[in-house]
């Protein structure tokens, strides 16, 4: 039903105005059912950007910015699933698999991760081409995952 039908299914059980075509009041109401229906459909474009399940453009690009680097590079789907890592990160384990997504989720393609256990210390090689801002916010999120008792060592090759 478009919001001109609502609005008319609406106003006819009131008997207060007189709904015929082509009067004022039909026209008036067909001028404001133009412009709802157009803000109808930008609130559901709104609505399926806000989640990165059903994200398919600016959605899944401001998000990406806001944890690393946007990956046009990627297929939608992918894009998806590394923001899902992301966004769980928090929920999962601490082992070397789960920081390999992690770091894949951030943005970062070309890296390599040693964990010396006995030194605690986690190295993090990294040789995408990132400026000073994705590198902190790249060293931000792994920091965020890091058990506190390990030292994170980060190097940049490129």
């Known amino acids: 039903m ?3 039908q609502s609005m008319r ?3 006819l059980p009131t008997g207060l105005y007189s709904l015929e075509t082509g009067s004022a009041v039909d026209c ?3 001028a404001y059912s133009a412009e709802l229906d157009r803000v109808y459909s930008e609130l559901d474009i709104l609505l399926r950007e806000a989640f990165v399940s ?3 453009t600016y959605g899944i690009t401001l998000r990406e910015k806001c944890v690393g ?3 046009t590079d990627l297929t939608l789907a992918r894009r998806r699933e590394l923001l899902m890592l992301r966004e769980m990160q928090a929920a999962g384990g601490h082992g070397i698999a ?3 997504q992690l770091i894949e989720s951030l943005g970062v393609t070309d890296y390599s991760v ?3 256990h006995r030194h605690c210390k986690i190295t993090i090689t990294v040789g995408d081409s990132l400026t000073d801002a994705q590198k902190a916010d790249f060293e931000k999120g792994i920091n965020a995952f890091a058990p506190v008792t390990f030292e994170t060592i980060f ?3 490129a």
Do not use: F
């Open 2 to 4: 478009t919001s001109y």
């Open 9 to 11: 299914s609406k106003l």
């Open 28 to 30: 008036e109401l067909k």
């Open 54 to 56: 059903t994200a398919e």
């Open 69 to 71: 680097k946007e990956r």
């Open 98 to 100: 789960d920081l390999n």
């Open 114 to 116: 040693s964990i010396v």
């Open 155 to 157: 190097t940049y090759t």
